[in-house]
């Protein structure tokens, strides 16, 4: 983990694997996360830079106030250009994966890869909570009220999520896990993420808030303008990210490819097809 000093003088919180090539995967975790919770896909990365941060008030990461997705693009570009990186694919996870296509708009993007990726709030095509568990309900709802509202609902929930060990993380997850997920949580698997989570919320709770506040609005750039290819992955036992996000981020990206893969959950689809997302993106990087 290093922190990198912005600009505007706030840390950004990062990993990367040493790589010095030119050419990366960069990584967007998901809600709530943070950087070093992409470590264990980084040792089966060869020959690119890998690359990862904890987006603002997530870990080290000091807390940008008022974000939107957008916005998340200028901590990006100068952590890549501090790291001299020419060419990079943008891989995001859940939260992370309107992240990952925001990307694309910089010169350098050659595409992105989203699993289970959030839509975009807002649209008439999009029931953006249905299919979600009652935890999500809960929270979104609480979200789309303003800022008091969630953090009355982070001071109870996220207050109680940052001490979680791996051991209680499937009661933890209550409804927004089905059989898939729960398969795909092993002891080694389970202990990993609660570390993770534990990371992202040892400073504040401030940028899962962020995070929320950034959903219930929309994105901050158009989706029909991207030009780059988009890989869209999802499975349909998912009830944090339902597969209606998924449908519709591949219908409103031109470039975009739907990868359906039935029976999967929220956290089994990266858990079991990480070659296969990491080839891809190489395949893509060229």
Not at 77 to 99: K, M, Q, Y
């Amino acid at each position: 983990m290093t922190l990198f000093k912005l600009q505007d003088g706030r840390n950004l919180d990062f990993v990367s694997n040493g790589s010095t090539s030119k050419s990366a995967i960069l990584f967007h975790h998901g809600t709530p996360g943070e950087c070093t919770g992409w470590l264990k896909w980084f040792g089966d990365i060869p020959k690119v830079a890998a690359i990862a941060a904890s987006r603002p008030g997530y870990g080290l990461s000091d807390r940008r106030r008022d974000r939107n997705v957008a916005s998340d693009i200028d901590n990006q570009r100068e952590l890549l250009d501090h790291l001299g990186i020419e060419s990079f694919v943008s891989i995001g996870w859940s939260g992370g994966g309107p992240h990952a296509i925001n990307m694309t708009r910089d010169s350098r993007c050659k595409g992105a890869i989203t699993l289970a990726g959030v839509g975009e709030w807002g649209n008439p095509d999009l029931d953006f909570l249905n299919g979600m568990g009652p935890e999500n309900h809960e929270e979104f709802g609480a979200a789309v009220q303003g800022e008091e509202s969630i953090e009355k609902w982070m001071q109870t929930n996220a207050t109680a999520f940052k001490n979680v060990q791996g051991s209680d993380l499937i009661e933890s997850f209550g409804g927004l896990i089905g059989e898939a997920d729960k398969k795909a949580l092993t002891a080694e698997v389970a202990d990993l993420d609660a570390a993770s989570y534990r990371r992202a919320l040892s400073v504040s709770y401030l940028g899962w808030l962020d995070d929320d506040l950034a959903f219930v609005k929309p994105f901050g750039f158009n989706l029909a303008e991207v030009k780059k290819p988009v890989y869209v992955w999802q499975g349909d036992d998912d009830f944090m990210v339902p597969r209606a996000h998924s449908e519709w981020l591949a219908k409103h990206i031109p470039t975009a490819k739907l990868n359906f893969l039935p029976g999967h959950g929220h956290i089994s689809l990266g858990e079991s097809y990480r070659s296969e997302i990491i080839a891809q993106a190489l395949e893509i990087l060229g």
